[in-house]
T-cell receptor, first 115, second 110 residues
Framework: ETGVTQTPRHLVMGMTNKKSLKCEQHLGHNAMYWYKQSAKKPLELMFVYNFKEQTENNSVPSRFSPECPNSSHLFLHLHTLQPEDSALYLC??????????????FGSGTRLTVV | QKEVEQNSGPLSVPEGAIASLNCTYSDRGSQSFFWYRQYSGKSPELIMSIYSNGDKEDGRFTAQLNKASQYVSLLIRDSQPSDSATYLCAVKAAGNKLTFGGGTRVLVKP
């Protein structure tokens, strides 16, 4: 496996369900990210993990809960979501050397539909 | 004011012509700039990065950066139908996060 892999590719869940999105990077990067992409809106940064430490949480509702057990894996746990949470959820990784950020490598994304 | 602004398009370009995309940003302290290409239903793919004022060329793509005017542009020479996609401008400001613009949709017509 190479690059950044995300599973599942598609997910349909009810508002009372609990599910998790998984991301794994095989690039040796030290930073991982969750982004949300809704129709006709820019990519929205949700969470940042650098060296496994969460360094940013952009006022994301608590129904989204990230987990980063090591520098290669990132999860997004979902519970009691709302229909407006339906979107493409993208995981990305990068090598962060402090002053310079190299481009992110994105996974294929999970298309989430909340019914 | 949005942090990173792009014209949403669509930018319609004849095959073989030059497509010119612009992006402006609000944070003067921004240091790193990126262009991503996103095909419909796919994830963004990095095509160019630029860190210093001036031009940077890579194949048919040229990125131009002007920090004093706070804009970055992307030129696509000899546009092909396969270049039809949404192009996202991304800027690194404070911290290690990238902020993305809304994207410009490009349509290359044969």
């Amino acid at each position: 496996e190479t690059g950044v892999t995300q599973t599942p590719r598609h997910l349909v869940m009810g508002m009372t369900n609990k599910k998790s999105l998984k991301c794994e990077q095989h690039l040796g990067h030290n930073a991982m990210y969750w982004y949300k992409q809704s129709a006709k809106k820019p990519l929205e940064l949700m969470f940042v993990y650098n060296f496994k430490e969460q360094t940013e949480n952009n006022s994301v509702p608590s129904r989204f809960s990230p987990e980063c057990p090591n520098s290669s894996h990132l999860f997004l746990h979902l519970h009691t979501l709302q229909p407006e949470d339906s979107a493409l959820y993208l995981c990305a990784s990068s090598q962060d050397d402090g002053d310079r950020v190299y481009g992110y490598t994105f996974g294929s994304g999970t298309r989430l539909t909340v019914v | 004011q949005k942090e990173v602004e792009q014209n949403s398009g669509p930018l319609s370009v004849p095959e073989g012509a030059i497509a010119s995309l612009n992006c402006t940003y609000s944070d003067r302290g921004s240091q790193s700039f990126f262009w991503y290409r996103q095909y419909s239903g796919k994830s963004p793919e990095l095509i160019m990065s630029i860190y210093s004022n001036g031009d940077k060329e890579d194949g048919r793509f040229t990125a131009q950066l002007n920090k004093a005017s706070q804009y970055v542009s992307l030129l696509i020479r000899d546009s092909q139908p396969s270049d039809s996609a949404t192009y996202l401008c991304a800027v690194k400001a404070a911290g290690n996060k990238l902020t993305f613009g809304g994207g410009t949709r490009v349509l290359v017509k044969p």
